[in-house]
């Protein structure tokens, strides 16, 4: 039997495709937003919000003014993947960071110092 998939799940794949697009391609004209990268998003099965998460490098940019950034670009953002993705009704778009990668570096720090003190 083939999976059948939500279209939430579907629309939430091309937005992370399209968004990090934007970011790697430059479309998005703030440099705030230039150092991060998204991580994933969560369309609700509704189709009415978009949770997208995003992700900087340690120590390359401040979470908070990535964060700035990319709700300063949010009109562009939403305008370029009407077009892109074709939809009557577009979600509305919320950023959140995601404290993952963030959450690994801490991990492998610990992870090294067990190992130095072994």
């Known amino acids: 039997m083939a999976a059948t998939f939500k279209r939430s799940a579907r629309i939430s794949d091309?937005?992370?495709?399209?968004?990090?697009?934007?970011?790697?391609?430059g479309e998005i004209r703030d440099p705030r937003v230039s150092a991060a990268f998204i991580t994933g998003a969560k369309?609700?099965?509704n189709l009415s919000v978009a949770n997208i998460f995003f992700s900087v490098i340690e120590g390359t940019a401040d979470k908070e003014e990535v964060l700035k950034g990319l709700e300063s670009a949010k009109g562009f953002i939403k305008t370029a993947l009407a077009k892109r993705l074709k939809m009557r009704k577009l979600p509305d778009l919320q950023f959140r960071y995601d404290s993952a990668l963030e959450t690994g570096y801490k991990v492998d720090d610990l992870l090294r110092e067990i190992n130095i003190e072994e």
């Not at 091309?14 to 391609?25: C, H, R």
């Open 14 to 25: 091309l937005i992370i495709k399209e968004v990090s697009q934007m970011i790697v391609k």
């Open 43 to 45: 369309v609700s099965d």
